[in-house]
T-cell receptor, first 113, second 115 residues
């Protein structure tokens, strides 16, 4: 079984709709992250959480919100989706014992029409 | 703040040839360095990491990287590539220490191995 799972893997939605992407991990890591990937731009950090009560904005948080429901679960919401949020979204986890090396889920491909 | 520059956006190479993917970073503090690989339609997989100690780091799939503090570089190398190494490679940096953990990624280098 995968250590970091993301659901759904693919989603097509319409402008203005609310959508939630979910991430679960079985690695026991305390830190979780959400990124988006766009061609030629690498990965950009949307939000990160160092524990259940500690949530922080990344470099591109506008238009997104998150919820850390438990140590193992971290959800990303788009309150009102717009076409330029079409991207590949990744969840990642890390732990200080590994020097904070991050471990990634398989990604969610989101298309906003 | 840290920044990462991957000097080549695309690197074509023939099978069994050596390859070097270049990464320079900028930081005013000590750093940890990482290389990730992303195969088509997959997530990122950790190739190797430099935390401290020996500046030559060996990773999975025969890759290695050398940390050069004076040149602020962390180039990735493989002496003989295979078709299966075709992927996008990302260099990443984070501030070292016990309480940080955010990674800054480069823009990626697409390695294409030709037969």
């Amino acid at each position: 079984d995968a250590d970091v799972t993301q659901t759904p893997r693919n989603r097509i939605t319409k402008t203005g709709k609310r959508i939630m992407l979910e991430c679960s991990q079985t690695k026991g890591h305390d830190r979780m992250y959400w990124y988006r990937q766009d061609p030629g731009l690498g990965l950009r950090l949307i939000y990160y959480s160092f524990d259940v009560k500690d949530i922080n904005k990344g470099e591109i948080s506008d238009g997104y919100s998150v919820s850390r429901q438990a140590q193992a679960k971290f959800s990303l919401s788009l309150e009102s989706a717009i076409p330029n949020q079409t991207a590949l979204y990744f969840c990642a986890t890390s732990d200080k014992l590994q020097g904070f090396a991050q471990y990634f889920g398989p990604g969610t491909r989101l298309t906003v029409l | 703040a840290q920044s990462v520059t991957q000097l080549d956006s695309q690197v074509p190479v023939f099978e069994e040839a050596p390859v070097e993917l270049r990464c320079n970073y900028s930081s005013s503090v000590s750093v940890y360095l990482f290389w990730y690989v992303q195969y088509p339609n997959q997530g990122l997989q950790l190739l190797l990491k430099y935390l401290s100690g020996s500046t030559l780091v060996k990773g999975i799939n025969g890759f290695e990287a050398e940390f050069n503090k004076s040149q602020t570089s962390f180039h990735l190398r493989k002496p003989s590539v295979h078709i299966s190494d075709t992927a996008e490679y990302f260099c990443a940096v984070s501030r070292s220490g016990t309480s940080y953990g955010k990674l800054t990624f480069g823009q990626g280098t697409i390695l294409t191995v030709h037969p």
